[in-house]
């Protein structure tokens, strides 16, 4: 029976390619947004903040993406991991 070896698979969190930042998706209706980043990223969570009025927590969280929206649920600045 083979060891596990560096030729192992590596689970998708541990992706070095895997995408951290979506800045296309600026301008776009909060819920597309969401959608296209966990099409790409089903391993992450999503979290939405109203700009200028709530911040995100902290403390880095690599499973959450931060979305800031205005009053229209428009994505305002680059959403990405933290």
């Known amino acids: ?12 969190d541990h992706d070095e390619t895997a995408k951290t930042s979506w800045p296309e998706l600026v301008s776009r209706r909060e819920i597309k947004a969401a959608l296209a980043i966990l099409k790409e990223r089903p391993d992450v969570r999503i979290e939405s903040y109203d700009f200028g009025r709530q911040t995100a927590p902290s403390e880095f969280d690599p499973k959450r993406v931060v979305l800031y929206s205005d009053d229209s649920l428009v994505v305002v600045a680059t959403p990405k991991i933290g």
């Open 1 to 12: 029976m083979a060891g596990g070896g560096d030729d192992a698979p590596r689970p998708a």
